[in-house]
């Protein structure tokens, strides 16, 4: 399986901190997607990173990816007690999503 | 504004019951998914569809079937619901694409409880 393992598996900091939530797998893939599930919902895509890219930024998410260490890391800045939820990481091998356990991050006000 | 639905949001069935639970998406999606989520375990795959009437096993298919006789439209069966089926279920869709994976979308999930 090249499910992705997140880490931690919880977070818990205030308003206006950076998150940093890593993701490792263990076989090659064509991207590797997160996601953000609030508590009892559906997941929501949050950015895309392929295989030939190194970061990518959106707002106030910033992606990496070390597809030599097979590892991805999903950086929040001056998070909001609104980013209070689960985030996943999923990797691609051909067409289908292989989703990690998540990280639960708790923003406190 | 996109949108994949599914049937319930809660549903409790009993013991030996025929379950079905539908996903409708309206983005003219060719690719469509049902995962269970269970504490601990994450999203694990159960059955998907690239195009009407066809269908590709997951990951854990057994005690699963599924049904797609319309492209906006995809059913998960529960042929005989048990008590280990008690989970959160939720439907996905996405565009077709020649490599690699485009975003899902995900629909609000129905929580089964099996008694």
């Known amino acids: 399986s090249q499910q992705g393992e997140e880490d931690p598996q919880a977070l818990s900091i205030q308003e206006g901190e950076n998150a940093t939530m890593n993701c490792s797998y263990k076989t090659s893939i064509n991207n590797l997607q997160w996601y953000r599930q609030n508590s009892g919902r559906g997941l929501v895509h949050l950015i895309l990173?392929?295989?030939?890219?190194r970061e990518k930024h959106s707002g106030r998410l910033r992606v990496t990816l070390d597809t030599s260490k097979k590892s991805s890391s999903l950086l929040i800045t001056a998070s909001r007690a609104a980013d209070t939820a689960s985030y996943f990481c999923?990797?691609?091998?051909?067409?289908?999503?292989?989703f990690g356990k998540g990280t639960m991050l708790l923003v406190s006000p | 504004d996109v949108k994949v639905t599914q049937s319930s949001r809660y549903l409790v069935k009993r013991t030996g019951e025929k379950v079905f639970l539908e996903c409708v998406q309206d983005m003219d999606h060719e690719n469509m998914f049902w995962y269970r989520q269970d504490p601990g375990l994450g999203l694990r795959l159960i059955y998907f569809s690239y195009d009407v009437k066809m269908k590709e096993k997951g990951d854990i298919p057994e005690g699963y079937s599924v049904s797609r006789e319309k492209k906006e439209r995809f059913s998960l069966i529960l042929e005989s619901a048990s008590t280990n089926q008690t989970s959160m279920y939720l439907c996905?869709?996405?565009?077709?694409?020649?490599?690699?994976?485009?975003?899902?979308?995900f629909g609000p999930g129905t929580r089964l409880t099996v008694l």
């Open positions: 996905a869709s996405s565009s077709r694409t020649g490599r690699g994976g485009n975003e899902q979308f």
């Open positions: 999923a990797t691609v091998g051909y067409s289908t999503l292989t």
């Open positions: 990173i392929r295989s030939n890219e």
